[in-house]
């Protein structure tokens, strides 16, 4: 069982910046695959940015791909979202996720989930 609590979300203009942070206490992220999803009202959960086991490899989906990094602090045990450029289709919930595998950065594929931070992008 992996206990993740994510924090950062907030109200932010179009082109301001956020940065999420995922923890794990008591847990290693080393351990596993993870990944930021979001849900807007009315959309189904997507996968933002996941990263595989020791963070060899990431991928972003297309529409954050140059504003968005997904990076991973094994000293802290903490995996961030760094969101640069907001736009207002970016407005979500947004989830941090671990699993054992991940090929598509899709939900199924992920086992342990945090509570969500919104993130609004307004003027």
């Known amino acids: 069982q992996v206990h993740l609590v994510e924090s950062g979300g907030g109200l932010v203009q179009p082109g301001g910046s956020l940065r999420l942070s995922c923890a794990a206490p008591?847990?290693?992220?080393?351990?596993?695959?993870v990944g930021w999803f979001r849900q807007a009202p009315g959309k189904e959960r997507e996968g933002v940015s996941c990263?595989?086991?020791?963070?060899?490899?990431?991928y972003y989906a297309d529409s954050v791909k140059d504003r968005f990094t997904i990076s991973i602090d094994n000293v802290q045990n903490t995996v961030y979202l760094q969101m640069n450029s907001l736009k207002p289709e970016d407005t979500a919930v947004y989830y941090c996720?671990?699993?054992?595998?991940?090929?598509?950065?899709?939900?199924?594929?992920?086992?342990?989930w945090g509570q969500g931070t919104q993130v609004t992008v307004s003027s």
């Open positions: 996720a671990a699993g054992w595998t991940s090929h598509y950065c899709l939900p199924y594929e992920y086992s342990w």
């Open positions: 008591g847990g290693r992220f080393d351990y596993y695959v």
């Open positions: 990263m595989s086991r020791a963070g060899s490899n990431t």
